[in-house]
């Protein structure tokens, strides 16, 4: 929105007088370039710093106030809760339970989204851009139908296809008895979360690809160079910053991912649970809503600083 320049802004000859280019210096020097005034520019913003405040600031606020107590879904720490200060962090961090869902939501995270996600995805980006219009639609649409169909209708689908007795992939094998959920848990759920989130990391580096210019490609062919030359000359250098991304963005989410509990319910013997379904276990399982909330303010420390290192690596590259 722009303010309309009033008669004593402009000269008779229609450039801005002198007055009113003082005046617009000082609108902008003010943060009012729009020229709204302070009050209705906060109007305009307040709806949406009050969903902020509701649905981020404000529970973030409470999960550190509960992780400071001793609060339970039932029992006398329910009605009556006590302030513990820091223990909940300190039994967190020297619990053997903690430290290897900690290690199984680093090994899920780097073999599933760094290396399964990015791989696969680019890979079927890269095929993708040779073939003809009418197949490409096709493969993203089914790529995509594995992104967008809801967690519970995937995992039935996987238990359908891992199951031990008439499962699908022991069928296609020959297989016969092979309990896959049980034999290869953390194995399975890998794969299923790759299948699950393979079609984000396609869909952005389709975008990647498309942006590199076309003319570098007919260089690159001119010159002789082969597929992983164009690969390493050509495409990577221009899509460094997609690939950041990417990776950013896929290993936030995976490690926050809850799905692999709708089909192996952390088991067994938490062989998959992973950090978010063994804060799900600590906080409403076994009702220590306290130790839950400290456990995921450390898994939001953790996001955190993921974030910050790969932003700091996407500045440094601008830069």
Same mark, same amino acid.
């Given at each position: 929105?722009?303010?309309?320049?009033?008669?004593?802004?402009?000269?008779?000859?229609?450039?801005?007088?002198?007055?009113?280019?003082?005046?617009?210096? &000082?609108?902008?020097?003010?943060?009012?370039?729009?020229?709204?005034?302070?009050?209705?520019?906060?109007?305009?913003?307040?709806?949406?710093?009050?969903?902020?405040?509701?649905?981020?600031?404000?529970?973030?606020?409470?999960?550190?106030?509960?992780?400071?107590?001793?609060?339970?879904?039932?029992?006398?720490?329910?009605?009556?809760?006590?302030?513990?200060?820091?223990?909940?962090?300190?039994?967190?961090?020297?619990?053997?339970?903690?430290?290897?869902?900690?290690?199984?939501?680093?090994?899920?995270?780097?073999?599933?989204?760094?290396?399964?996600?990015?791989? !696969?995805?680019?890979?079927?980006?890269?095929?993708?851009?040779?073939?003809?219009?009418?197949?490409?639609?096709?493969?993203?649409?089914?790529?995509?139908?594995?992104?967008?169909?809801?967690?519970?209708?995937?995992?039935?689908?996987?238990?359908?296809?891992?199951?031990?007795?008439?499962?699908?992939?022991?069928?296609?094998?020959?297989?016969?008895?092979?309990?896959?959920?049980?034999?290869?848990?953390?194995?399975?759920?890998?794969?299923?979360?790759?299948?699950?989130?393979?079609?984000?990391?396609?869909?952005?580096?389709?975008?990647?690809?498309?942006?590199?210019?076309?003319?570098?490609?007919?260089?690159?062919?001119?010159?002789?160079?082969?597929?992983?030359?164009?690969?390493?000359?050509?495409?990577?250098?221009?899509? &460094?910053?997609?690939?950041?991304?990417?990776?950013?963005?896929?290993?936030?989410?995976?490690?926050?991912?809850?799905?692999?509990?709708?089909?192996?319910?952390?088991?067994?013997?938490?062989?998959?649970?992973?950090?978010?379904?063994?804060?799900?276990?600590?906080?409403?399982?076994?009702?220590?809503?306290?130790?839950?909330?400290? !456990?995921?303010?450390?898994?939001?420390?953790?996001?955190?600083?993921?974030?910050?290192?790969?932003?700091?690596?996407?500045?440094?590259?601008?830069?």
């Amino acid at each position: 929105m722009t303010t309309v320049p009033s008669p004593t802004d402009v000269d008779p000859a229609g450039a801005p007088s002198p007055e009113g280019r003082a005046r617009r210096a &000082r609108a902008v020097d003010d943060g009012d370039a729009a020229g709204l005034g302070r009050w209705r520019a906060t109007g305009f913003v307040a709806p949406a710093l009050l969903v902020v405040a509701v649905f981020l600031v404000f529970p973030a606020i409470w999960t550190l106030y509960l992780g400071l107590t001793n609060w339970r879904l039932t029992g006398i720490a329910a009605a009556e809760p006590e302030f513990v200060g820091t223990e909940n962090y300190t039994d967190a961090l020297s619990d053997p339970a903690f430290r290897n869902s900690l290690m199984l939501t680093l090994a899920f995270v780097f073999f599933s989204a760094i290396i399964g996600q990015s791989i !696969l995805g680019f890979a079927l980006a890269w095929t993708a851009r040779r073939l003809r219009p009418a197949v490409r639609s096709v493969l993203e649409t089914v790529v995509l139908l594995a992104w967008i169909i809801p967690a519970s209708v995937v995992a039935f689908l996987w238990l359908a296809l891992l199951d031990r007795r008439e499962g699908t992939l022991n069928a296609l094998l020959g297989t016969d008895g092979t309990a896959w959920l049980l034999e290869y848990p953390m194995q399975s759920i890998i794969v299923f979360n790759i299948w699950n989130g393979t079609a984000f990391s396609m869909l952005l580096f389709s975008s990647a690809l498309a942006s590199v210019p076309p003319s570098q490609f007919e260089t690159a062919k001119m010159a002789g160079a082969g597929t992983f030359a164009t690969l390493r000359d050509v495409v990577l250098p221009n899509i &460094r910053g997609h690939i950041l991304t990417n990776t950013l963005l896929i290993t936030l989410w995976t490690f926050n991912v809850f799905a692999p509990y709708l089909i192996t319910a952390g088991g067994p013997q938490g062989r998959t649970e992973i950090l978010g379904i063994y804060i799900y276990r600590v906080a409403l399982r076994d009702g220590a809503l306290g130790e839950g909330a400290a !456990l995921s303010l450390i898994m939001i420390i953790i996001n955190l600083i993921v974030a910050s290192v790969y932003l700091r690596l996407l500045r440094e590259r601008r830069s």
